[in-house]
């Protein structure tokens, strides 16, 4: 599946208002400072509550928003006065696109994969994502340095890696017919 389309936020979430009524049909909406929207194509609440609209826009030019798609993201087309708040703000299409996006990625690792992410001290971690190794955690902490165990405890295993040699961890059915150094093998048909 290919990503969905994903657009921009605004910091801060500026708000404008409506330049003159709108019917719930018209794809040129007027407002009155463009300038603190997002650059097209992008999304925008009218209103707030229960009764909010999203729209779509595909273009700004001066302060008309056009190319509009009325009742974006699940959202009912209506009519609406002038001086009605609009701005760029958090929606549910956001939220479920960010969402599926992820998944979709999580998916496109493979069933064996892992996903690697590195915090702010620079530690790498990998967590698998297969539902068999669920709770299996990778970590390497320094360049020397790697651990291989449980996601809520590390300490299962630790190894030492010295500059030059590899480590090698595979899933086999059988022994490899030349062992090297560093290499680590887990029968899974014992």
Known sequence: MALITMYPGQFGSPATSLGENIDSIVDVISVVNAAVLPDAPNLATIGAGDTLEVILYTEKSGNNLTGVTRGFGGSAAQSWDEGEEIGRFYTTYDHNTFRSNI???????????????????????????????????????????????????MSSLSIRIHSGTELRLEIRTSDPSSPAVGRIWLRSDL
């Open 103 to 153: 998944i979709d990625f999580f998916n496109k690792l493979g069933a064996n994969n892992g996903i690697a992410l590195l915090d702010g001290s620079g530690n790498v971690h990998v967590d698998f994502l297969n539902a068999t190794y669920a709770n299996l955690r990778a970590q390497a902490t320094t360049k020397d340095d790697v651990g291989l165990g449980n996601v809520d405890n």
